[in-house]
């Protein structure tokens, strides 16, 4: 079942493993710096997302003030709208003399 264990087998098994304990170690530096890349990655998104985030709400802001604004300016216009359009009725309703001036000569 199992070989004799000879001074040649115990140096192949040795070589092996130290070959597979240092392919192991740099899969796992590999790994580490692409985790660690991704960490920065991942932080730079998150920065730039509460950035849009931030960008975001602004906008909303400035377009709740354009709404506000135009309401107040309708408003306005309707008004003016309101107070031009009664004189204009008053001066239809207002008669013009009849008589005209003849002045000295």
Do not use: G, W
């Amino acid at each position: 079942m199992y070989k004799n264990i000879t001074p040649e087998l115990v140096t192949d098994f040795c070589e092996k493993t130290s070959n597979e304990i240092h392919m192991l170690r740099t899969t796992n530096e590999s790994l580490v710096n692409r985790i660690s890349a991704l960490e920065l990655k991942l932080e730079k998104f998150e920065n730039i997302k509460f950035r849009l985030d931030d960008m975001n709400e602004k906008v909303i802001l400035y377009e709740q003030k354009v709404s506000d604004l135009n309401k107040i300016m309708m408003k306005h216009f309707a008004y003016k709208a309101n107070i031009q359009q009664p004189a204009a009725q008053v001066q239809q309703q207002v008669p013009k003399p009849s008589f005209q001036f003849n002045p000295p000569a």
